[in-house]
C-alpha cells in the first residue's frame, strides 16, 4: 500500500511548493529571508529535475538546523576588497544567503571592471552550482563557480580522501536559446547515488572507489564506511578536484575539505566549506557578439552528433512544470508538512 | 651509426641554447624582441623536460613562419577595457609575445583591483600552457590560462572534432616549496603521442578515438586521417573542453577550434586561435596567508599517498640542467644548427 501511495502525485505550482519548503526551513530555525532563498533553490531543483537536489535534500537540511551545525539566522558580512574583489564572511550561514546579499555588488564590479571575482568562507553549501551561475547568463554574463565540501574523494594516485566531490559549474548566454549550463562534480559518482547502490545491494561500476585500505572496491558500502570515491578521468580529473579544494578552501581563506569536522552535531548533513565565484563580461574580449558566437559553436556541436547540450534537459523540464505543475508524491508532501509543522 | 651518433649528448646551458634558438627565430623572419620571448620558452621547455615542447617544435615553428601562416613580425595591439579587463590583438602573431606586452598591465591590474582577465585573439600558440602561469605564481599570485586550437578532438558522444585539445593551466604559490602547476590538455592523450604510436606501428589504448566514420577505433593511422581523439574523463572531460573552447575560442573574440584552415599555407604547424588568462591575488580573500595554506594542503597530499605534485619533476629537471646543462643529441644540435644557417 505505502507504494502505490508513494506514485500518487500531486502537481503543485513554483509559488506553492516555494511557500511550503519556506515555511519548513523558518519552522526550523531559519531568518525568513534566508528560508526565501533556500525555497527558492530548492524549489527550483524540483521543478527542473534535478531531483537528487530538491525536496530530497529538505531532511538534510532540517537536521542540520536542528543541531546546530549551521546558523538559519546568520548575516553575511561582504567586504569590498578592490573594485574587482568581493569578500564574504558567510557567519557559518549559507552560501547561497551570502551570494543573494553580494548580486547588485558584483553585477556592478563587472559593469565597471570587466570581471568580478567573490571570495565566500564559513559558508554551508547543500545544494546544486546551476542555481547560483544561470542567473548570470540570463544577464548576458559569464559565470563560474566551484565549492568544497567534505573529504570524501581520493586524489588520483592517493589511498586515503582529501577532497570532497567538489563541483564546478559555468553558464554563458546563447542567442535564440536557453543558456548552456554546466553544474559537475570532480568525483566520478555522486555520493547520493553511491548510497543508492548500498540500499539496493548492488556493486558499483569498477574505478568508482576504494575502501578504507586504499584497495579498489565495487562495494558500495566499502566506499562509504571510510573508503573514498575516485575524481572522474584520472589523474586529470585529480587536477580539477585539486584547483576546485584550491579556489574554493584556499583562495577564500575558508576550510579546506579535509578540515570539516561535525562529529559533535548529530544529524548534521550540510559540508561548511568556501565557494568562489567569478563573473566575467564576456563581450569585452572582442568586436564579436558573444551570443551570436556561442550559437555558432553550439550549432556545430550539434553537427558533430552532441544534439544535447548541458542544462538543456533541465530547462524542458521547467518548461513541463510551468506548463502542468510540479508532480510530487503524495507520501513526500505529507513528510514536507509534517516538517513545515502543518497537518497532513 | 646514425642512431650511435644519435645518443651522444652534448651539454649545453641554458643562454647557450636559447641564444642558438634566438637565431632560428631571427633566421626565419621573426622579430629579434619576439625570437628573445620564443627563443627563452622553448629552451625552458627543454631544459625542464617538457621534451614535446622543447627543440622538438622548432622545424613546426620554422616550417610555420616560411609558409607565411604566422607573422614572426607582428606587434599585438594591447587595449585595457576597464580596470580588470585587457583586450589583445596579436595579429596574426605569437600569443608568447602578446602575454609578454600585456606583463606589466596585468600585473597593475592585479595590484589595483584584485583580479585581471586578458583575452588574446588571433595568436598562435605552439608551446606549453606553464611558462604562461608559472610566472605569476612565483609573484604570489594565482593564474589560470586556456587555449584553443586545431580541430582534432571530438565532443563526447558526438561523431567529428569541434575542439583543439584545448589545455588548460593553472599555478599557485606554495611556502617553502616551489609553486604547484598543473598543465593539461583535454583530449586524452596528446596528438604528438598518437603520431608516436602511428610511427611504431603500435595501436593506442582503447578510448583514444574515432575514425573518419565517428566510430571507435585503436589505430593511431585512423585517428590521424580525418578521425579524432576523444576528451579525457567521459562526457565531464568534454564539458572542460567546451569551457575551454568558450573561454579561449569565444570570451577573447577569437576563432574557434574547428574555424582554423591553413590550408592555403603549406607546411604550416601552429594552431591560429585564442588564448584567455585569468590573475587572481589570492590574499584578498581572507585573513589567512594562501601560501601557507597551500604548503598545509600539500602536505595532506603527502599523506593521502600522493607523493607527486604537479609540476614537481619539471622543476627537479631544472635544478639538475641548472647544476650540469641541457642535454641535446649532438645529431639534434647540428639540425638545430642548420636551421639557424650555422655550419654545423
Known sequence: MAEK??????????????MLLKAIFVKNGTAAETADIL????????RDGALSHGIF???????????????????????????????????????????????PLVRRAVRETGAAIVA?????????????????????????????????VVPHGGRQAVYGTN?????????????????????????GEVRLHALAGKPVPEGTGIDHDGNPTTD???????????TFGGYKGSSIALFVEILAGAVTGGQFSFENDFTGYPGAQTP????????????RGGSMNFEVRLACLCAQLADAGQDRLPGARRFANRAAAEKSGIPIAVDELQRLRALAGENA
Not at 5 to 18: M, T
Not at 39 to 46: P, Y
Not at 220 to 230: E, R, T, V
Request: glycine residues 8%; contains cysteine.
Open 57 to 103: 535534500r529538505m531532511p538534510g537540511y532540517v537536521d542540520s538546523l536542528r543541531s546546530g551545525w549551521v546558523d538559519g539566522l546568520a548575516t553575511p558580512d561582504v567586504t569590498a576588497l578592490g573594485p574587482s574583489f568581493l569578500r564574504i564572511d558567510a557567519r557559518n550561514g549559507f552560501a547561497q544567503r551570502a551570494m543573494t546579499a553580494a548580486d
Open 120 to 152: 565566500i568562507r564559513n559558508s554551508h553549501h547543500f545544494s546544486a552550482l546551476w542555481p547560483d551561475v544561470e542567473p548570470f547568463a540570463l544577464s548576458g554574463y559569464l559565470a563560474i563557480t566551484a565549492v568544497n565540501g567534505l573529504a570524501n
Open 220 to 230: 558500495p558500502h566499502a566506499i562509504l564506511a571510510g573508503g573514498a570515491l575516485n
Open 5 to 18: 501511495h508513494g506514485l500518487q502525485k500531486e502537481r503543485l505550482g513554483f509559488e506553492e511548493l516555494k
Open 39 to 46: 525555497a527558492e533553490n530548492c524549489a527550483a531543483c524540483e
Open 167 to 191: 563541483p564546478i559549474a559555468f553558464a554563458v548566454p546563447v542567442e535564440n536559446a536557453p543558456p548552456l549550463v554546466v553544474d559537475q562534480a570532480t568525483s566520478v559518482m555522486a555520493n
Open 272 to 283: 561548511k566549506a568556501g565557494q568562489l565565484l567569478i563573473v566575467i563580461d564576456p563581450n
